[in-house]
């Protein structure tokens, strides 16, 4: 069992930036693929980023360039940092965890308003 916590949210005039992290509790999370997916009002839930043990990344094409995910598995941490912020991002973070089965962190509200 892997529970995965999420910080980082906040509200953020466009253009800003912010930070999230989901700290993962239990081992093996090096071996772990992890993602960030959001979800906006009426809108399915989907994939931003994901990184993968080795370190490879995957980017939805609407944040390419802007975004960039990250890991520190002495941590047990992953990262979003997201920059250039549009009203469009604006959704419920959610962390993930996958190896075979998948495990979600409770989410993290990003509001990104003048």
């Known amino acids: 069992q892997v529970q995965l916590v999420e910080s980082g949210g906040g509200l953020v005039q466009p253009g800003g930036s912010l930070r999230l992290s989901c700290v993962a509790s239990?081992?093996?999370?090096?071996?772990?693929?992890m993602g960030w997916y959001r979800q906006a009002p009426g809108k399915q839930r989907e994939l931003v980023a994901n990184?993968?043990?080795?370190?490879?990344?995957n980017y939805a094409d609407s944040v390419k360039g802007r975004f960039t995910i990250s890991r520190d598995n002495a941590k047990n941490t992953v990262y979003l940092q997201m920059n250039s912020l549009k009203p469009e991002d604006t959704a419920v973070y959610y962390c993930?965890?996958?190896?075979?089965?998948?495990?979600w962190g409770q989410g993290t509200q990003v509001t990104v308003s003048s």
């Open positions: 990184i993968g043990g080795g370190g490879n990344t």
């Open positions: 239990g081992t093996f999370f090096s071996i772990y693929t």
């Open positions: 993930n965890a996958m190896w075979g089965v998948e495990f």
